[in-house]
């Protein structure tokens, strides 16, 4: 039988640490860094008043799950965001919370133009920590998509109503956990184009070119 996307998540690096599974639920979430994860994770699925499910880690499940039985039983989503805006908000993250537990702390930045220019990726040009992994591995494996929807984090909002109407949260909101609300700013209000340079702009459209094309984004 088919495991296409089983192997997808335990081959890519990073990725089987953000997927969450729900069989109660019959859900898979995909689910990228600085796309509202923390409040969909805690607000929803982990909350202890929501006894209708328990996500579990897909390192914990059982991936003998075959294409068929992940695209007929569970409904698959996850969110993407522009990149741009995205490496930006990973910045300013890691600056205001340095002893955070889920990055990687050997990454110590002395200025955006650093983080991009010499922390994103590695000698082999793949992302150095799983909260900038590109999008489209939460969605695409071979070309193909397997998720059944791509939620917009500019969206956030109407998209969270689909998905709870889809499933069984249907008039479940969606608590604010950590971040800024408005979602094109750096976190003192200014745009966050203002902090690219030219140089710094063109790496980041190289590491996120695949992003850029499959979900339309752009500076």
């Excluded at 994103?120 to 900038?132: A, K, P, Q, R």
């Excluded at 008039?171 to 976190?187: A, N, S, V």
Aim: with cysteine.
């Amino acid at each position: 039988m088919s495991n296409k996307i089983a192997n997808h998540i335990e081959t890519t690096k990073f990725l089987s640490e953000d997927v969450w599974f729900s069989e109660a639920g019959k859900f898979i979430y995909f689910k990228p860094s600085r796309t509202a994860g923390t409040s969909i994770l805690r607000g929803v699925f982990q909350d202890r008043h929501n006894t209708k499910t328990t996500p579990l880690a897909v390192r914990n499940l059982d991936m003998n799950l075959t294409d068929k039985e992940i695209k007929s039983d569970y409904f698959t989503f996850t969110f993407v965001r522009n990149p741009f805006e995205k490496i930006a908000s990973c910045y300013h993250f890691i600056r205001n919370n340095p002893n955070h537990t889920n990055w990687r702390r050997d990454i110590k930045l002395s200025s955006f133009e650093d983080f991009v220019e010499n922390k994103l990726v590695d000698n082999n040009g793949y992302v150095t920590d799983g909260h900038w992994l590109p999008f489209h591995y939460y969605a695409y494996s071979g070309g193909e998509r397997f998720v059944d929807f791509v939620g917009r984090f500019e969206t956030l909002e109407d998209d969270w109503s689909y998905i709870g109407n889809k499933l069984y949260w249907k008039d479940r909101e969606l608590p604010h956990y950590q971040g800024h609300k408005k979602w094109e700013t750096t976190g003192d209000g200014h745009s966050y184009r203002d902090m690219y340079t030219e140089r710094t702009r063109k790496i980041v459209e190289n590491i996120y070119h695949k992003d850029l094309k499959l979900f339309g984004y752009e500076f």
